[in-house]
C-alpha cells in the first residue's frame, strides 16, 4: 500500500532514515530545474521505467517525487503492484518542497 508523506516529513526521513531511497519521477529538464538534495532522478515517461524500477532492492524504503505529485503516485502504485513494500508519495510534489535543492 502507497503512504503519502508531507515534504516536511520527507525532509526528516531524508536525513534520518539510511533505508531512504528517493526518487524524482519528472523529465531530466525539470530535473535540471532543481531537485530534493540526494534523490536520484528516473523519469516516469522513460520507456524503460518499469524494468528499471523491477531492479531495485525491494527491502528499500522509497520516496517517489515529481511536480505536483501526480506521476510520483502512479510510480509508487506501480511499485506496490509489484511487490515493494514500502512506498511512499510526497504529497505536493516540487511545488509544495521548501528543502534543499541540488
Avoid: H
Avoid at 68 to 90: H, I, K, L, P
Amino acid at each position: 500500500m502507497v503512504k503519502n508523506i508531507t515534504p516536511q516529513e520527507l525532509e526528516t526521513v531524508a536525513k534520518e532514515n539510511e533505508n531512504a531511497v528517493l526518487i524524482d519521477v519528472r523529465s531530466p529538464e525539470e530535473c535540471a530545474e532543481g531537485m530534493v538534495d540526494g534523490a536520484l532522478n528516473m523519469n516516469l515517461f522513460d520507456a524503460n521505467f518499469l524494468e528499471k524500477i523491477g531492479k531495485l532492492d525491494k527491502s528499500k524504503d522509497y520516496y517517489m517525487i515529481c511536480r505536483s505529485g501526480s506521476r510520483s503516485n502512479s510510480a509508487a502504485g506501480a511499485m506496490d503492484q509489484m511487490g515493494f513494500e514500502s512506498v511512499y508519495n510526497m504529497l505536493g510534489g516540487m511545488m509544495a518542497w521548501g528543502g534543499e535543492t541540488v
